[in-house]
């Protein structure tokens, strides 16, 4: 295990509902990237945090948005939800630059 | 920008017999290159990375690459696979920090490893 916990690891929504979705970092990293993994495909970049900043964001609209916390843990938010954002949606916790340690995820589906 | 191609979606292979991933990548700068397995329902498990010096890296679970700058490739293989090793292989690529290449790992599609008895 990383020591990287993401919750919930799986959760169901409704069309237009909002979702938060929960990163611990692990210890000593800074910095935390969020990516999204549609069924079948490989993980795409969505955003990342540095020292509570966003630090670098992927080509995704801006009702994904996120939070970093001072302890460097993580929220992402993705409001007025479509049925293609169902996915898994990982976080890493890293030093700049470097990937880091994957999260085992949190599952989303849209309905 | 960086690309990533895994050349093959499906790779079937027959335990104890070995195989090979293929990976190509594009940038314009120099990249850290990875490998990373995940299996059924699990998140990403970090196999093996490039960063410098030797070309030849190991990693864990019997599992080595090779990069090849002239070719820009980052092939994964293991002399013989076991059934456990069923899973989707990913490569990706990273810039080094200040190379000015932004600060994402950028995925293949993935490689679905298949080992039959």
């Known amino acids: 295990e990383t020591g990287v916990t993401q919750s919930p690891t799986h959760l169901i929504k409704t069309r237009g509902q909002q979702v938060t979705l929960r990163c611990s970092s692990q210890?000593?990293?800074?910095?935390v990237s969020w990516y999204q993994q549609a069924l079948g495909q490989g993980p795409q970049f969505i955003f990342q945090?540095?020292?509570?900043?966003?630090?670098g964001r992927g080509n995704f609209p801006p009702r994904f948005s996120g939070l970093q916390f001072p302890n460097y843990s993580s929220e992402l938010n993705v409001n007025a939800l479509e049925l293609d954002d169902s996915a898994l949606y990982l976080c890493a916790s890293s030093y700049p630059g470097t990937p880091g340690d994957f999260g085992e995820g949190s599952w989303l589906t849209v309905v | 920008a960086q690309s990533v191609t895994q050349l093959d979606s499906q790779v079937p292979v027959f335990e104890e017999a070995p195989v090979e991933l293929r990976c190509n990548y594009s940038?314009?700068?120099?990249?850290?290159l990875f490998w990373y397995v995940q299996y059924p329902n699990q998140g990403l498990q970090l196999l093996l990375k490039?960063?410098?010096?030797?070309?030849l890296v190991k990693g864990i679970n019997g599992f080595e690459a090779e990069f090849n700058k002239s070719q820009t490739s980052f092939h994964l293989r293991k002399p013989s696979v076991h059934i456990s090793d069923t899973a989707e292989y990913f490569c990706?690529?990273?810039?080094?920090?200040?190379?000015?290449?932004?600060?994402?790992?950028?995925f293949g599609t993935g490689t679905q490893l298949k080992v039959e008895l």
């Open positions: 210890s000593g990293h800074n910095t």
């Open positions: 490039y960063l410098s010096g030797s070309t």
């Open positions: 945090y540095y020292r509570e900043e966003e630090n």
């Open positions: 990706a690529v990273i810039p080094p920090v200040g190379t000015g290449g932004g600060n994402k790992l950028t």
């Open positions: 940038s314009s700068v120099s990249v850290y």
